[in-house]
T-cell receptor, first 114, second 109 residues
Framework: DTEVTQTPKHLVMGMTNKKSLKCEQHMGHRAMYWYKQKAKKPPELMFVYSYEKLSINESVPSRFSPECPNSSLLNLHLHALQPEDSALYLC?????????????FGPGTRLTVL | KQEVTQIPAALSVPEGENLVLNCSFTDSAIYNLQWFRQDPGKGLTSLLLIQSSQREQTSGRLNASLDKSSGRSTLYIAASQPGDSATYLCADYGQNFVFGPGTRLSVLP
């Protein structure tokens, strides 16, 4: 299995809702990433998990809460989001974090905050 | 902080042309340079990864080169096809996790 899967594909939520995005890979990768991509812009790194531990948090607001329950699974919990948080959320994985490691991306979750 | 730029921002060519996409970076301490393609509203597909000790990588009709001294990487696409139409992004990661803004390529039949 050489792919990264993300669910759901689309999500519409109100500003008071709580929802979660899910990302899964079965390639034995030990690094997983969350990116946010606004329309016609490049992806921006949010979080990096290495060996199930949070290694990078790019000053992301606390309304985004990542979780890595095991080496194959990465969640992003959402609470009290703002309309400007509407974007494509991309998950990626690599064998290790950092040097010489190719990143593989999932198809993304399209999030709309009303 | 690393800054990555890509020229041109958009490119339209007739089918069959060979073309070059450019990626420039400000910090030459680059460890991985990866090229991706992204179709509208979709995730990223990895095309080529060049490690800092390498100067180029090839896959099919694609060839990517890396010149750290000049802060540049180029992606060469031979014999372009309409199916190559997409946005092409380069990214530096290793110490940085920075993407360029992308080049939107249209290959006309």
């Amino acid at each position: 299995d050489t792919e990264v899967t993300q669910t759901p594909k689309h999500l519409v939520m109100g500003m008071t809702n709580k929802k979660s995005l899910k990302c899964e890979q079965h390639m034995g990768h030990r690094a997983m990433y969350w990116y946010k991509q606004k329309a016609k812009k490049p992806p921006e790194l949010m979080f990096v998990y290495s060996y199930e531990k949070l290694s990078i948090n790019e000053s992301v607001p606390s309304r985004f809460s990542p979780e890595c329950p095991n080496s194959s699974l990465l969640n992003l919990h959402l609470h009290a989001l703002q309309p400007e948080d509407s974007a494509l959320y991309l998950c990626a994985s690599s064998q290790r974090s950092g040097f010489y490691n190719e990143q593989f991306f999932g198809p993304g979750t399209r999030l709309t905050v009303l | 902080k690393q800054e990555v730029t890509q020229i041109p921002a958009a490119l339209s060519v007739p089918e069959g042309e060979n073309l070059v996409l450019n990626c420039s970076f400000t910090d030459s301490a680059i460890y991985n340079l990866q090229w991706f393609r992204q179709d509208p509203g979709k995730g990223l597909t990895s095309l080529l990864l060049i490690q800092s000790s390498q100067r180029e990588q090839t896959s099919g009709r694609l060839n990517a080169s890396l010149d750290k001294s000049s802060g540049r990487s180029t992606l060469y696409i031979a014999a372009s096809q309409p199916g190559d139409s997409a946005t092409y992004l380069c990214a530096d990661y290793g110490q940085n996790f920075v993407f360029g803004p992308g080049t939107r390529l249209s290959v006309l039949p």
